[in-house]
């Protein structure tokens, strides 16, 4: 094969460029698809599938079979020509235009998006608000509560129900004297006070035994279901069992029960902790994402749209992963999700946007300050894939792109740069609401 005419578009991200495929390599190539179409082929004096190629393209053409033919070298070709061109292609090539000429020889044209270059703006000593997390004695106990209610017991009670208690009920509803679609239940648990009804319904089953009936009148809310928004409506009500939930005695026992610890003071300790690390990690999460965001504003570049298409993929999968469906495309899993194609990419377009930019900000950064991967960070990072993997290092290295693998190290650390050079600005409830409207804003 030989190479030619390379031409590259910086504005759109994309190169052109020939590929000329000898003539034994493209009649090797016109068999091959001789031999896929024949069987469809069918010419009269021949048993479908037998004609001679001769044949066939004495009836049709001696170029009958070169658009297969093309298609069949194609990735080959394309393959040969990148390298050539030394262009770090995005996506799916397009054979733009081919020729073969009197000596059989087959000249390929395609065009391809590559991955975009970028001028750079700031992106060292960037300001952003960044919140420091406190935990209080509430947080603990709400942490604290919710162990205790998924270890309480459960007790029927021979009282009248009061807010808190799990009331089972039999209901059914009218409206204007009928009974209307999904308006009745039996045996259902009905937790007062949780919000899970009409507003107003729970509170009324307040002080009703067990074996008593009750007319609960409430009044859909305007945003409720149209048929029903803003209707007065009654449910009979016949109250089975009222349940007690007991909850165990915060004390040492139980600390021993549900964790590692010995003490509540210990097991208080250790919550705080937890909850700290986690809230504070998420708190500097965002704080990087604000960086990382307005190194972007500072920076130019030009994303191609082939870019944005492996990032919607990327998406998808990660989604599919988190379901535990991992291997499947992105078209089968928005099916099982119960949407289209199209409305997947608009919801989660922004974010691919987003995520392409970054992409082309941190190696943008890794070449402007000339990072590069050592052999201890690549040894820690094949080791780190082989962990979560349950791969072997060897295994790894044999498995996935060490220049790949070397490019995301450098990624890495043009990320952590731009977070050690940051300046911290104080957080509040406010500026997070400014950063919530700002992000809107932009995605519109």
Same mark, same amino acid.
């Given at each position: ?19 000329? /495929? ?18 469809? =082929?069918? =010419? ?25 033919? /093309? ?34 020889? &087959?000249? +390929?044209?395609?065009?391809?998006? #590559? ?17 420091? /997390?406190? +935990? ?22 021979? $009282? ?20 209307? *679609? ?36 409430? #009044? ?16 009979? &009500? ?5 349940k007690e939930t007991e909850l165990p005695e915060l004390d040492d026992e139980f600390v021993k029960d549900v964790s590692e610890f010995d003490t509540v003071e210990e097991y208080k300790n250790s919550i705080a902790e937890n909850l700290k690390n986690t809230r504070q990690s998420q708190a500097d999460d965002e704080f990087h994402n604000r960086l990382l965001l307005a190194a972007v504003e500072n920076m130019q570049?030009? =994303? ?23 291997? +499947? ?19 989660? $377009?922004p974010n691919a946007e987003r995520d392409a930019k970054v992409d082309v900000l941190l190696r943008a950064v890794a070449e402007a300050e000339k990072m590069e991967a050592t052999e201890e960070e690549i040894d820690d990072l094949v080791k780190e894939i082989a962990e979560a993997y349950q791969m072997t290092a060897d295994d790894v290295k044999e498995k996935i792109d060490m220049d790949a693998a070397k490019r995301?190290?450098?990624? $890495? ?21 400014? *950063? =919530? ?8």
């Amino acid at each position: 094969m030989n190479y030619k005419n390379f031409e590259k578009n910086t504005e759109n991200s994309t190169v052109s460029f020939q590929v000329e /495929v000898d003539s034994a390599a493209f009649e090797k190539a016109v068999a091959a698809a001789y031999q896929k179409n024949k069987k469809d =082929i069918f =010419i009269q004096g021949f048993r479908k599938g037998k004609a001679p190629r001769q044949v066939i393209e004495g009836m049709y053409g001696k170029d009958v079979f070169y658009d297969d033919a /093309v298609n069949e070298i194609a990735y080959e070709a394309f393959e040969f020509g990148a390298k050539e061109a030394g262009a770090e292609t995005i996506g799916i090539p397009t054979i733009t235009d081919y020729n073969v000429a009197d000596d059989k020889t &087959c000249l +390929i044209s395609f065009t391809v998006a #590559t991955y975009p270059e970028a001028t750079l703006g700031q992106y060292k000593e960037l300001e952003a608000p960044h919140q420091y /997390v406190e +935990i209080s004695d509430e947080d603990v106990m709400q942490e604290i509560d919710s162990v205790r209610q998924r270890n309480a017991r459960i007790n029927t009670v021979e $009282r009248a129900a009061k807010l808190g208690d799990t009331a089972v009920i039999d209901f059914v509803g009218f409206v204007d004297g009928a009974e209307f *679609e999904g308006g009745s239940g039996s045996e259902y648990p009905l937790v007062l006070g949780s919000g899970s009804f009409i507003p107003g319904f729970e509170e009324q089953l307040v002080g009703v035994s067990a074996g008593e009936s009750k007319d609960v009148v409430v #009044t859909f809310p305007e945003d409720y279901e149209p048929s029903l928004a803003g209707k007065e409506a009654t449910f009979k &009500c016949l109250v089975s069992e009222v349940k007690e939930t007991e909850l165990p005695e915060l004390d040492d026992e139980f600390v021993k029960d549900v964790s590692e610890f010995d003490t509540v003071e210990e097991y208080k300790n250790s919550i705080a902790e937890n909850l700290k690390n986690t809230r504070q990690s998420q708190a500097d999460d965002e704080f990087h994402n604000r960086l990382l965001l307005a190194a972007v504003e500072n920076m130019q570049t030009n =994303i191609p749209e082939a870019m944005i298409e492996e990032k919607l993929e990327e998406i998808a999968s990660n989604y599919a992963s988190s379901f535990g469906l991992s291997g +499947i495309s992105k078209a089968q899993f928005v099916q099982m999700m119960g949407m289209s194609e199209e409305m997947f990419d608009e919801v989660t $377009r922004p974010n691919a946007e987003r995520d392409a930019k970054v992409d082309v900000l941190l190696r943008a950064v890794a070449e402007a300050e000339k990072m590069e991967a050592t052999e201890e960070e690549i040894d820690d990072l094949v080791k780190e894939i082989a962990e979560a993997y349950q791969m072997t290092a060897d295994d790894v290295k044999e498995k996935i792109d060490m220049d790949a693998a070397k490019r995301d190290i450098c990624c $890495r650390k043009a990320a952590e740069l731009i977070y050690s050079t940051a300046k911290d600005l104080p957080w509040t409830e406010e500026s997070a609401v400014e *950063e =919530i409207l700002k992000a809107a804003a932009t995605e519109e």
